[in-house]
């Protein structure tokens, strides 16, 4: 299901937008959702990666329990591997 979203920007964006468009014999709207999907996936990533953090250091705080630096290490490769793969996605 799709639905019709009315956005304002200024003049320059709406330009180049329908230049791409034009160009790549797509409509507007599909070259949006190329382009913003994966910026879309990326900014939730990182909010998820924040939130994640967020709540360790409030766990740390309540209780003064802590991981050791492998349990770290692996937080921080899961947390590259998500933006690994958001980043894969926005190159194809």
């Given at each position: 299901m799709s639905r019709q979203l009315n956005l304002r920007v200024n003049d320059e964006f709406a330009e180049r937008l329908e230049r791409l468009a034009?160009?790549?014999g797509r409509p507007m709207a599909a070259v949006l959702e190329a382009v913003g999907t994966p910026a879309i996936e990326s900014a939730e990533a990182d909010l998820l990666f924040e939130a994640e953090a967020l709540a360790?250091?409030?766990?740390?705080?309540?209780?003064g329990t802590h991981f050791p630096a492998e349990a770290v290490d692996a937080l921080f490769?899961?947390?590259?591997?998500?933006?690994?793969?958001v980043a894969a996605n926005r190159n194809t």
């Open positions: 034009r160009r790549l360790a250091w409030e766990e740390y705080e309540l209780t490769v899961t947390a590259h591997r998500r933006a690994t793969v």
